[in-house]
Nanobody, 126 residues
Framework: VQLQASGGGLVQAGGSLRLSCAASGGTFNSYHMGWFRQAPGKEREFVAA????????YYADSVKGRFTISRDSAVNTVYLQMNSLKPEDTAAYYC????????????????????WGQGTQVTVSS
């Protein structure tokens, strides 16, 4: 599967952005999907994930209550709605896909995802 992320940009603190990740070349409903981010000089970190069924979502504590992950099988796209953005949310955001069985999918672990999109930059000014 190929993943194409978009929607990043420059926004003031308190603002909102919606990231999109379009999947192609695979059966979208067979993949768990995740969003990760990486700031300069830091390791890539988990942001949010959603099961292939769409029934369960998971969030990092730092974004819980502010970010929402969703997926639309009709257009093979996963979204990350980001509200109340803070300067510390500044990073390159990456979408990822995993075709692991649910029992072996650790949603917050980068190694659980075999497919990655290119990053989309989010910059939050104070």
């Amino acid at each position: 599967v190929q993943l194409q992320a978009s929607g990043g940009g420059l926004v003031q603190a308190g603002g909102s952005l919606r990231l999109s990740c379009a999947a192609s070349g695979g059966t979208f409903n067979s993949y768990h999907m995740g969003w990760f981010r990486q700031a300069p000089g830091k390791e890539r970190e988990f942001v949010a994930a959603i099961r292939r069924s769409g029934g369960y979502t998971y969030y990092a504590d730092s974004v819980k209550g502010r970010f929402t992950i969703s997926r639309d099988s009709a257009v093979n796209t996963v979204y990350l709605q980001m509200n109340s953005l803070k300067p510390e949310d500044t990073a390159a955001y990456y979408c990822a896909a995993s075709n692991r069985n649910s029992g072996s999918w650790y949603y917050s672990a980068t190694l659980s995802y075999a497919y990655w999109g290119q990053g989309t930059q989010v910059t939050v000014s104070s």
